[in-house]
């Protein structure tokens, strides 16, 4: 019989004492890195609201995409994810392709922000925000690019305002909000969310953040750091990790209404599939969603599981969905190298092939 | 007034006012030990990246120290399970609970943190609270010492609520240790055996992980979880109600009314916001762009009338003349069609 542990005493001293001579000569790296910025891509603000900003990204040649792209991300984080460094961009691969791109920046709420409803949101805001574009271009339609909550509003909203959407994308979106795996929808279903709000006011970014570590406990909160450790002689990767780690803390608050009805439509009632939202007192009927669908999603995604967006091609009213997997994490799409290389080409493709 | 046989004062006055000094100075202790509202400024920054490096890396270090020191106890590997289960029982489960307890930097952001302080402060005060909370009220303070016992029972039951979630986190950590186990036990086979201290805790997180997460999709997670956070926000609205009514009895605007303040001012916002008072101002330029067409037609007009050489005074018109109806506005609503089945 062998032992599973072939670990050497002094090796494994040698483990130690190396671990504390990397953290010890690290910690000095770490003082000497600056502040780190996401956000790269130029970009020009075409329309304020409150504390909405709605930006039009500015590539190296003009765009030659005949219908622009509004990206609608989730309110949960702010959306540089799209575009948080050169080499890690989305928006930038995008504007390379010929795509004419467009972002709302939700801003962070505060308690002016209190009562903002879903309806507020989807049919104000976004609504404006797509006026705006289609007014820029001339445009009766736009292209729509919806990620994770993101996805969610922008099926509502193309539901709702079918007239306006020439195409859209879903990225790492839930449609079905009760699949086995979803930890997050599970650890929902006993909460008193009418209690949680009138508490709470506006949830803070903290708590949001510290329920998304409790996912992945260990992992999150002190392996990500061991593994920080061994690369502390190297600055770029330092600021590399840097700039992901002020991406997921540097989180807004959510806006109290807007949060209830979501937690409790969506992850509580799942309503989006059974055609029971209300928004604004009109009923979000998945089934007039008939523009053509371009759904990615990821299969190693622990906040979205997969199971959770691909049924959406069940419920949607297009002859023409694409699902299209992604190997990969729901950071993991945005930011890795792989993605770098395949999802906006496949955006852009899928695009061009209906008429950019 | 009521009077009860087993009543412990001799003047129920004299205990009303004793009790309300009791429940005002636990207040006012509780309020000085909560963590106070720490700016956010740096929170993501490197500063606050560091700290929760850090705060990850304590019980890394340590258990690297245990570890290695475990293996050297253990130089032959024969008793490998011996060394290890005794490390592992000192070691292993706290560090799993801790990474749930404790919320890097979150201030008075987190509830937990924030309950957890008062709690602390009035633990050893719970026997003698019971019997107060057990108590009827009366006279001018009762409505004020009913909240205060309200209040008091649910900070009892969020202890409790809070224990049983801990239970079950204490739980995993066990059952983590044995997973661990189980997944060495696969690795003795000559080339797939662990060899380095971090290939051992790389194997622990992915144990640790996966308990984990069976304990947090089972409906008993579901359960304490929901029931420890509803416990937890009782607490919370009750105190927030006890700082608004001292906040209030000294003229400061309270969180209720800046909320009802809002809450009106969203709805004014709704019904005449940006978005219809855009569409009315356009529609006004529409309008105003018409009638002078409309005028310059008119004038165009009677000039043609009158010929060349004629002079005519242009009638002014009265604006009662029928404007050209404006272009119907295109309607946002969206139209009806049939559902698909």
Redesign the interface.
Known sequence: MFSPLRIDPVKAMQEVAEFRRKLASGLGSLQQVGDVQFGVTPREAVYREDKLVLYRFKGERKPTAKTPILICYALVNTPYMVDLQENRSLVKNLLAQGEDVYLIDWGYPDGADRWLTLDDYINGYLDRCVDVVRKRHGLDRINLLGICQGGAFSLCYSALHADKVKNLITMVTPVDFHTPDNMLSHWTRELDVDLFVDTLGNIPADLMNWCYLTLKPVRLNQQKYVGLVDILDNPAEIEDFLRMEKWIFDSPDQAGEAFRQFIKDFYQGNKLIKGEVEIGGHVVDLGFVDMPVLNIYAEQDHLVPPAASRVLADYIGSDDYTALAFRGGHIGIYVSGRAQREVPAAIHDWLRKRGG | MVTHASQPFGDYREFAEQSMSAWKSLWSQALESMPGAQAASG????G???E??L???K???AW??T??AA??AA?D??R?DQA?SKAFAGNLGE??MR??RE?P???I???EQWVESFRRFAAPMQQSLQGLLDLPAFGLAREHQEQAQRLGDAWIEYGEQATRYQKLIARVGRLASERLQDK???????GN??????A???LW?DA??DV??EV??SDE???V???M??AQ??V??LV?KQIEESSSQLGLPT?SE??SL??R???LR?QN???SM?AMREELAQLRAELAELRDSQRRSTARAAGPGKKTVAKRTTGKTAAKKPAARKS?A??Q?A??P
């Open positions: 929170r993501a920054g490197t606050a990246a560091v929760r490096m705060q990850g890396l019980d890394y270090c690297l120290e570890m290695g293996s050297s130089p590997g024969l490998w290890f560090p799993f990474a749930f919320v930097d979150a201030g952001a987190n509830p060495l036990a696969e690795r003795e086979a000559p055996q662990v060899d380095s201290l971090r051992l805790y790389d997180v640790a992980e984990y997460a947090a999709l997670f579901r359960e979880y929901g029931a956070v509803n926000m009782r919370r609205q927030q969180r800046i909320d809002g809450r001012v969203q709805e709704r916001g940006a978005g855009q946002s969206k139209p069609r559902p698909r």
